[in-house]
């Protein structure tokens, strides 16, 4: 493929292995296009996105618009044959989707039309499901919504967090690559419309989706609540008027007979919490000023006393 000119789109961790799938399979990578550096930590100092960092390395031109729409001849005046994008965080415009002669292609960690948007792993952890898988879809001016070109399926196991899930969809994601885009720039797959009635959006995670509300969840649910936010953005408790994150859990099902939130105690290298229907069991968590530590940390310090107080 050295003679397919291809400008990446992308920004995380999870798209920098298609892009370096795309290098070891020889695609001329003539630019990468990624989201604008971002102020990191008290002193707010500029970070490069995962995508850059990878780019730079094989000395690929990176291009990072504030707002694409706005800049989009950066990537029509480079007349790419393809364009490949995955992860990248903004909607392509239409100019950009017209320019190059194969066309745009999307690498979607999802079986689509189920969790079309930003946070299909996320959703998929959250929901319970039991399997997922990443889609090598038409890029078009409408949200994920575009033919799919092939598909791959990736199950999802009862205690797999959106972290242990995505690296089963990355390496899902370089095997699609390699395996079908050469057929699609051959002109061989036929691609299959979405079915539109079959639609779910997988909206990004909002902050107020962060707190975990013992009261409110059954024990499956709850569980399924944390496992999906680890190991971003977190989930956590209020106790005390404080935070607690929940960056390790897992779950035992089964009445306590305590009140939802109630702490039980520190048991199995873990901090125990009351549910509905069951208990969940923190093994490693951040109290609110506090650095991220175990549950047995946390119990040998402050961690006891706050036993038979109740999560709000």
Known sequence: MENIKVVFFGTPVFA??????LLDEHYDVIAAVSQPDKPVG?????????????????GIPVIQPVKLRAESSLVTDLEPDLIVTCAYGQIIPDDILACPKYGCVNIHPSLLPRYRGGAPVHRAVWAGDAQTGVCLMEMVHRMDA?????RTYVSIDPDDTTESLNVRLIDASVNLVREYLPAYIRGELKGEEQDESLVVIARNIAPEEEQVHFSAEDIQNLYNHVRALIDWPVSYGIVDGKRIKFYRAGMEKGETGSCPGTILGFRDHAMTVACKGGVLKVYELQPEGKKKMTADAFANGAGRSFIGKIFE
């Open 16 to 21: 920098c292995a298609v892009l370096q799938t």
């Open 146 to 150: 575009g033919r799919v070109w092939a």
């Open 42 to 58: 008290r002193k707010h100092i500029l970070e490069k996105t995962p995508v850059k960092l990878l780019a730079e390395k094989y």
